[in-house]
């Protein structure tokens, strides 16, 4: 998906930064075309804010400003700045940047481009000028042919770099082709595996290949040149392997029949690893198999490199030119095939220097002197003396420095990341190859280190005591000792020397105080104390001072919470309270909330955090802890609750009453009844009949649960159900029949429970009540579980000329509920009118009447189905299919039919 960011275009074409890329970032043109080409941009490209593109989500035909997703390719077609995220997902969607773009940013962000079949790059940019942000991590993957980054010769320029040397990463990987440069060229395709203009500036930037080209560089050639082109290495970290076929790790690839040449290489900082593969170089010339292998011109004056060869590749027929290598700074650990010169032409000698005599291992060297001459640690040209940005020692703790050979004793002298000096004098012969330790010369070491947290004090307070301070010498000497204090508050502190004496005796120490001021207002102070000294020596630590207001913090009231006391409570035998009360999101800094309950009203309940089970009236309050901005409170109270008595239900109980009867055999049968809340409910009794005494002998008894109730329960009576004792002698079955009452009709039997012998019919009398609505039917239901054979619902109801209803319930074999309702919907009616009798049995439908008539017959749709004259007698009407049917006779009496499948 499409997300546009709306932020500022991150395109700043400032004069400073034109001159800067005419500087650093030209490969091909004069600095007059270069900025020509710049001033366009600034005047002439629209400049957009940042266009957001998930390489792994986006669907063919998409499109946005300056991009569009066609082919399966993702394409820049306009100068500006893009984000290409992935979340790491692999996919096989390269990224081509078209021919002619002078101004591109692409943040790469967890992107994974693998390429799976045919040749193809994984990202390409050939003839535009590229430059790459790289954040988390970025793997890009050519197939068959292909590079990683295809940066071709011809007006392509590619600036790698991130935000800090952790923050992204990148690793490219080409096949023939370089993983970052050139393409694959075979006979017929020109300068295809030249490279144009690489620059790495930060990131951690990883370039390999399978085949036979550069990591970094040219790529194979099978006719022409493999070129590198021109490689600018100014900082992060770079691991460039070759080709195990022939290619060099920075410089060029493989070449069949053609010079294969290492192009120009810069390193100016950084840290660098370059391994050439299958006879390249690891700076310099790839494998030429018929032409020469020329090392090119390689430039370092700082960083630490470590590659296997600097220079030309191994050439199987021809010669190997080892080019010019130039080194003013840096530690190189390599083999160096022609001889390498300083910057006047000199030639200069590799001096291996282990620094201390227990190594300072895979320390940074921060400055440093050659003969009296500072080092340049910053690599700003002109270099003022041998340059060591980025020089690192190795795990021996060694640095490996080119420098001129002379015939007296001189001096080096580092100083490393640890502010500690180490010097060695000899004298450096034209052919010295041996190794030298400096020793550890100067340094000092202060307590306190780290920082040192003075105790906080409030308003209007008294000078502080003072910090007294230890400065030890470690080495030769300590002198020129100064002390200043810097950082953030670096005025609100005060020192009791701003110079110290030397210390010229090893572990001779001089003190001196730092306090805070008085007078600071309420806030945090921190400064940075540090000693400096001659030879680069210095130590430091830090110190904090907090100076607090005196605060009157107001109490917190219930209008300050946000609370809901609970409602419509009743007893259930666990814990019920109320939810934590929160502050109102207008109320910050209020202290941790505790809520406590206690009864009131009567209620005995002691004052607790646990909320109350048994019923009664309970107040809350809360306590609040003290917090940023509010003092605590103790005892708030926020209100009151009830917890009402619980009613007891059948629900509560168990007990055991047979489903239809029992048979008399002399003995009680008891219901069993007993409460399942083991709680207390006051006394229970249970009836029968409304007697305590458990029934023996033959009937029917109605067994009643009599609750006294107490705190929690409250007192209440209710039916569990039917005893029904049968007598051996008179085993006649007989069925409980219970009749509800009816608004709307009069009913003989009366409502209630009627016992009826098993199998028999049961009929009722229903005479409308003056609440009956004009046009309404009786709506007769029972709860039936099995119907009886060819009946309809087992029920028959008939309309009587006098306006009463005979309900007839058919074969009755188990216990029923009869309800009675109304309606004027036909289809739910249950009654006909007199006259004429419409019913169903054997899925056939069956008329009767005293003389002949016409009737029709609709589907409970409404849909008229069929339409005949019936005679007088009995008329049967088959082949109905199973359903309820409306039957209408002379237009004017209806029935209400249900046919039932045979």
């Known amino acids: 998906m499409i997300k546009r960011l709306l932020q500022t275009a991150r395109l700043s074409l400032t004069a400073k930064g034109i001159l800067g890329t005419v500087l650093h970032g030209s490969c091909h043109r004069g600095i007059a075309a270069t900025l020509a080409v710049l001033l366009w941009a600034a005047g002439g490209m629209n400049v957009r804010a940042d266009e957001t593109v998930n390489i792994n989500t986006v669907t063919e035909g998409e499109s946005g400003p300056g991009w569009d997703f066609n082919s399966s390719t993702l394409n820049i077609t306009a100068n500006g700045d893009y984000t290409i995220t992935g979340a790491g997902a692999e996919v096989d969607r390269p990224v081509k940047v078209s021919s002619g773009l002078t101004n591109v940013n692409i943040t790469l962000h967890g992107v994974n481009i693998k390429r799976s079949s045919g040749d193809g790059h994984a990202f390409d940019m050939s003839g535009a000028t590229v430059k790459l942000i790289l954040e988390e991590t970025n793997l890009l993957t050519a197939s068959s042919r292909g590079a990683g980054i295809h940066v071709p010769s011809g007006g392509a320029t590619l600036t790698i770099t991130a935000e800090s040397e952790s923050a992204g990463s990148l690793t490219a990987t080409g096949s023939d082709a370089a993983g970052i440069g050139g393409g694959f060229s075979d006979n017929g395709s020109g300068g295809a595996s030249n490279a144009g203009c690489i620059t790495i500036t930060g990131g951690t930037v990883t370039a390999t290949v399978t085949g036979q080209g550069a990591g970094i560089g040219g790529g194979r050639s099978d006719d022409n040149n493999s070129n590198a082109g021109t490689v600018a290495i ?84 021809w010669f190997n030119s080892d080019g010019a290598v130039t ?132 308003s209007s307070y008294a000078a502080p005591a003072p910090l007294t301070a230890t400065v030890t010498n470690d080495g030769i000497d300590a002198t020129g000792l100064t002390v200043a204090l810097s950082g953030a508050n670096p005025g609100a502190f005060a020192l009791s020397a701003s110079s110290l004496p030397n210390i010229t005796t090893t572990g001779g120490s001089e003190d001196f105080t730092v306090a805070p001021v008085t007078g600071l207002s309420a806030g945090t102070y921190t400064a940075t104390v540090t000693v400096a000294g001659d030879h680069g020596i210095r130590a430091s630590f830090d110190v904090e001072f907090t100076v607090t207001a005196v605060v009157i913090k107001p109490t917190p009231t219930d209008s300050d919470l946000d609370y809901a006391l609970p409602a419509g409570l009743v007893y259930t035998g666990r814990q019920q309270g109320m939810a934590r009360p929160t502050p ?40 609040i802890a003290e917090g940023a901005t509010y003092a605590a409170a103790t005892g708030l109270v926020l ?238 009407v088959q082949s109905l299919p199973a359903g309820i049917y409306i039957v209408t006779l002379n237009g004017r009496t209806s029935y209400k039919v249900i046919i039932r499948k045979n």
């Not at 840290?271 to 018929?290: L, P």
């Not at 109102?584 to 809520?595: C, D, E, I, R």
């Not at 899925?843 to 005949?868: M, N, Q, V």
């Open 327 to 458: 080194i003013t700074g840096g530690s190189i650990k390599a083999g160096i095939q022609p001889q390498p010169k300083d910057g006047a032409g000199d030639n200069v000698y590799l001096n291996t220097l282990t620094v201390g005599s227990t190594p300072a291992i895979h320390t940074a060297i921060t400055a440093g002197s050659i003969n009296g001459i500072a080092c340049d640690a910053t690599n700003t040209p002109p270099l003022s003396g041998y340059g060591i940005k980025d020089v690192t020692t190795d795990a021996g703790g060694k640095v490996y420095f080119y420098l001129t050979p002379t015939a007296i004793d001189e001096t080096v002298e580092l100083t490393t990341s640890e502010d500690k000096t180490y010097a060695y004098t000899y004298t450096r012969s034209g052919d010295h190859t041996g190794s030298e330790t400096l020793s550890f010369s100067y340094g000092i070491s202060i307590i306190p280190t780290g920082t040192y947290v003075f105790p906080s004090l409030g």
């Open 584 to 623: 109102k999101s207008s109320v910050t800094g209020l202290g941790a909330v505790t809520v406590k309950y206690r009864g009131t009203g009567g209620t005995a309940y002691s004052l607790s955090t646990t909320p109350p089970v048994n019923a009664g009236t309970y107040e809350v309050t809360v306590d």
């Open 639 to 876: 209100g009151r609750f009830t917890i009402a008595q619980a009613a007891p239900t059948v629900g509560d109980f168990a007990f055991d009453l047979p489903e239809e009867y029992v048979f008399y055999d002399g003995l009680p049968k008891d219901a069993a009844v007993t409460p399942k809340d083991t709680t207390n409910m006051g006394h229970i009794a249970v009836k029968y009949n409304g007697s305590t005494e458990i029934p023996t002998e033959p009937g029917i008894y109605v067994v009643t649960v009599e609750v006294a109730g107490n705190a929690n329960y409250a007192a209440t009576i209710f039916e569990l159900g039917r005893l029904v004792i049968l007598d051996l002698a008179d085993p006649t079955i007989r069925r409980a029949v219970t009749i509800e009452p009816s608004p709307y009709f009069t009913v003989d039997p009366a409502p209630g429970i009627h016992h009826v012998e098993s199998h028999r019919d049961l009929v009722l009398t229903l005479t409308p009540t003056a609440l009956l609505p004009e046009g309404y039917l009786p709506v007769v239901t029972t709860s039936r579980r099995t119907l009886p054979d060819d009946e309809d619902d087992g029920l028959q109801v008939t309309a009587s000329a006098d306006g009463s209803y005979a309900v007839r319930i058919r074969y009755i074999t188990e216990n029923l509920v009869v309800s009675i309702t109304a309606s004027a919907d036909l289809s739910t009616a249950s009654a006909t009118l007199a006259g004429p009798s419409v019913w169903s049995r054997a899925g056939r439908l069956y008329i009767a009447a005293a003389t002949s008539g016409s009737a029709r017959i609709y589907e409970i749709s409404g849909r008229l189905l069929k339409t005949f004259l019936y005679a007088a007698g009995e008329t049967i």
């Open 234 to 317: 100014t900082g992060g970290t770079v691991t460039a392997t070759g080709g195990g076929g022939g290619g060099a790790g920075i410089g060029g690839g493989y070449s069949e029949r053609s010079t294969n040449n290492g192009g120009t290489v810069t390193i100016t900082g950084g840290t660098v690893t370059a391994t050439g593969g299958g006879g390249g170089a690891g700076i310099g010339g790839g494998w030429s198999y018929e032409e020469s292998s020329n090392g090119g011109t390689v430039a370092i004056s700082g960083g630490t490199v470590t590659a296997t060869v600097i220079g030309g590749g191994h050439s199987e027929s």
